[in-house]
């Protein structure tokens, strides 16, 4: 392909940025077109239900593409040897099929325009394999390493939207649908500020490892699995080996910039190692390391000699295009020297040490220690990062299962109540849980009383959490630095949710939520935990006399915890939390100044009944 294609097709390709979800720009796989034209039976369309799941995708390193002439922006390809690690992409989904045939899927993440992107493209492979449906759904991804960063982020958090719709969808599509959906369609955000995508070189590896985790080998042309080991990555203590990840010791700021200096370098890098791939004796050596030992000694299962396959990945780092993407790197040189280094000094524990493609990222695969001990074995392999100019990011183990989806049934149904201090919020909420029938129909969670009753708990403590939960409610402050009350509030919503009264009930009622969130990052926090169990804002108003009022009184019979009320009218973020529910899909029922209690209580009745 490389050579059929001139080289101003790659460049091309790669910078022209396009709108997400441009029907023009999507691809649906053959196997997909395929079967509509089969007519297969009504079992392969989606079923819409209410629910929601959390996918967790291992990140994988790349150790080593095959063929870097088999694929291009927007063509999948490459094939080659990687690995999955217990470094996880998490992804909330929760769909609500009450919806109009025009629903956004919300989204929220450092990936949106990507996610965005994929959203319509699962809408648009649901379409041609004549399974179209109406739904809406919240989507939220966060991950635990940088992006770019050559552990597969981007495709990570693609997988984690996918499986998620499609296992809230009654799993419409199989895994190898979803893989090559992404492959057809794998895009990274263009350097225009987030908002255009373009298209990127996908070599599926991310997708392999998270079905079924292990070292894999894929065939480049076909991109079909060719070998996969999970067992003698297996330890006998349980779990995988010991995977430590080395990085360049720079700030991530500067990394980041240095992997997308970006899409200029990335092309320019590929292009070089292509044409190596393609010469004569690279050909003859990668075919020999390939055929005669890594895809042997994977096939052997548990007895597989993996120092052979080390010794095999080892060479290929000073080989073909996998030697000129390790010196395109500002730290080349560092990384070939704490692979030479390590082969050397942890000659004991070391398996396999590779740069993942397209770097920076470094893997080293230990044995386990015979005392079942890795604590000198991971201080041995800073020491020998940092004497390379280098640092250890992560001490994880290789994962041998792939992704993992649970389902997250009931979802707690949550109301957030905003408003101005003293607007009447606690009265509404107290109001409203008054004089209930069983089973009641709506619960009230105050965070005041909730963080007094912690305190009261831990009276003498000055350590974490307790001094910083002390300090913020004496001094009216929104929140803190570290979202220390952010995730104690949170832990005790998901302590509820998992209750045993909870999980037994056929409905739950629905939480008003008084006092928390107080900020758009606590906003953010409790979304990307419970997903769409936000369905209202209830935005509770005062006159600015009746404010006054409320507060002489209460400032004259203050609590030695509680701020002066001009103090936390400053501090108030009501309006930006309201835009913010609106954003990620919540109803908003503005009760009016002027409003009793009782109105405003029937009113809210009325509005959370279609709930």
């Not at 967790?56 to 002439?69: E, F, K, N, Q």
């Not at 495709?155 to 984690?160: F, K, Q």
């Not at 804002?537 to 030695?560: F, G, I, K, S, Y």
């Amino acid at each position: 392909l490389f050579h059929q294609c001139p080289v101003s097709f790659f460049q091309t390709m790669e910078r022209k940025p396009f709108a997400p979800g441009d029907p023009e720009r999507i691809t649906v796989p053959d196997r997909l077109k395929a079967r509509q034209q089969q007519q297969q039976p009504a079992s392969s369309c989606a079923k819409v239900r209410s629910g929601s799941v959390v996918v967790r995708v291992p990140a994988r390193v790349g150790l080593c593409v095959r063929d870097m002439s088999t694929f291009s922006p927007g063509k999948a390809g490459g094939g080659g040897i990687g690995m999955a690690l217990n470094l996880f992409a998490t992804t909330w989904v929760q769909v609500d099929p009450t919806a109009s045939e025009d629903a956004e899927i919300t989204i929220v993440s450092a990936r949106e325009t990507v996610l965005r992107h994929h959203a319509v493209v699962f809408r648009t492979c649901l379409a041609a394999v004549g399974a179209p449906a109406t739904f809406a759904a919240v989507v939220v991804n966060e991950d635990k390493w940088p992006s770019h960063s050559g552990l597969g982020s981007t495709s990570a958090a693609v997988l984690g939207l996918y499986h998620g719709l499609n296992a809230v969808l009654d799993r419409p599509f199989s895994h190898e649908d979803l893989r090559l959906m992404l492959a057809c369609n794998y895009v990274e955000e263009a350097a225009d500020g987030g908002h255009c995508v373009t298209f990127g070189y996908e070599t599926t590896m991310t997708a392999t490892g998270a079905h079924g985790g292990g070292c894999f080998m894929l065939d480049p042309k076909t991109l079909q699995l060719v070998a996969r080991n999970t067992q003698a990555f297996e330890s006998p203590l349980g779990g995988g080996l010991p995977a430590f990840v080395v990085v360049p010791d720079t700030k991530q700021s500067d990394v980041s910039s240095e992997m997308q200096a970006g899409i200029d370098a990335e092309v320019e890098t590929l292009m070089a190692g292509a044409q190596r791939d393609q010469e004569e004796d690279e050909v003859a050596k990668k075919t020999r390391l390939f055929d005669t030992m890594i895809i042997p000694e994977l096939h052997r299962g548990r007895t597989a000699d993996l120092a052979r396959v080390g010794a095999a990945v080892y060479e290929l780092q000073h080989s073909g295009g996998k030697f000129v993407e390790v010196m395109k790197q500002a730290h080349g040189r560092a990384v070939f020297a704490f692979m030479e280094r390590a082969r050397e000094r942890l000659a004991r524990h070391l398996l396999i040490t590779g740069m993942s493609s397209v770097g920076p990222s470094t893997v080293v695969v230990c044995r386990w220690p015979d005392d079942g001990h890795i604590g000198q074995l991971q201080t041995a392999v800073r020491e020998l990062a940092e004497s390379c100019g280098l640092k250890l990011a992560f001490a994880t183990t290789v994962n041998t299962t792939g992704l993992h989806i649970t389902a997250v049934q009931p979802p707690l149904r949550l109301a957030v109540v905003v408003g101005t201090p003293l607007a009447g919020k606690t009265t509404l909420c107290r109001h409203l849980t008054r004089d209930q029938a069983e089973p009641p129909r709506f619960a009230h969670f105050a965070a005041g009383d909730r963080l007094r009753a912690y305190l009261a708990e831990h009276p003498g403590d000055d350590d974490e959490p307790a001094a910083t939960i002390r300090a913020i409610m004496r001094e009216g402050a929104v929140e803190d630095r570290n979202d220390v009350t952010s995730r104690l509030l949170v832990a005790q919503l998901a302590q509820l949710a998992a209750a045993p009264a909870m999980q037994g009930a056929d409905t739950t009622p629905i939480w008003l939520l008084d006092g928390f969130p107080r900020s758009t990052g606590q906003i953010q926090a409790l979304v990307k935990r419970f997903g769409m169990s936000l369905s209202t804002a209830l935005h509770v108003t005062a006159t600015p006399a009746a404010l006054e009022a409320r507060a002489a009184q209460r400032d004259q019979h203050t609590r030695p915890d509680d701020p002066k009320f001009s103090a936390r009218l400053a501090r108030d973020q009501s309006p930006a939390i309201i835009a913010a529910a609106q954003t990620l899909g919540a109803s908003v029922l503005r009760l009016p100044e002027d409003e009793s209690t009782e109105d405003a209580a029937a009113r809210v009745i009325g509005h959370l009944a279609q709930f």
